[in-house]
């Protein structure tokens, strides 16, 4: 088992950046693969972007392409998204989730996942 923790929110006007970070405990990071997903009260679950086990190929919503980067360092057990040009409906509850039994077909699909962290939110107001 993994257990996470995300931190790194807070409030940002539109147009800054923050970066959220997800520390993993337990097994190696390394056998995970990690995504980002976001809830604001009242809607679904949306996904934000993943990584591969080991890094090496990552998948974002396309919403927050060429903003967001989502990166892993498996030696620190923690995993990153870098949200740049921040706006507005980027608010949301942000969640980090892993898995080590997905396929790539299924990155987008937060069912799959089977560990989440308790989330940590993310508000772009003026």
């Known amino acids: 088992q993994v257990q996470l923790t995300e931190s790194g929110g807070g409030l940002v006007p539109p147009g800054g950046s923050l970066r959220l970070s997800c520390a993993a405990s337990?097994?190696?990071?390394?056998?995970?693969?990690v995504a980002w997903f976001r809830q604001d009260p009242g809607k679904e679950r949306e996904f934000v972007a993943a990584?591969?086990?080991?890094?090496?190929?990552?998948w974002y919503s396309d919403s927050v392409k060429g903003r967001f980067t989502i990166s892993k360092d498996n030696a620190k057990n923690e995993a990153s998204l870098q949200m740049n040009s921040l706006k507005p409906e980027d608010s949301a509850v942000y969640y980090c989730?892993?898995?080590?039994?997905?396929?790539?077909?299924?990155?987008?699909?937060?069912?799959?996942?089977?560990?989440w962290g308790q989330g940590t939110r993310v508000t772009v107001s003026s």
């Open positions: 989730a892993a898995s080590s039994t997905i396929i790539t077909s299924s990155m987008r699909d937060d069912g799959r996942y089977g560990y």
């Open positions: 337990g097994r190696s990071f390394s056998n995970y693969v």
């Open positions: 990584i591969a086990r080991r890094g090496g190929n990552t």
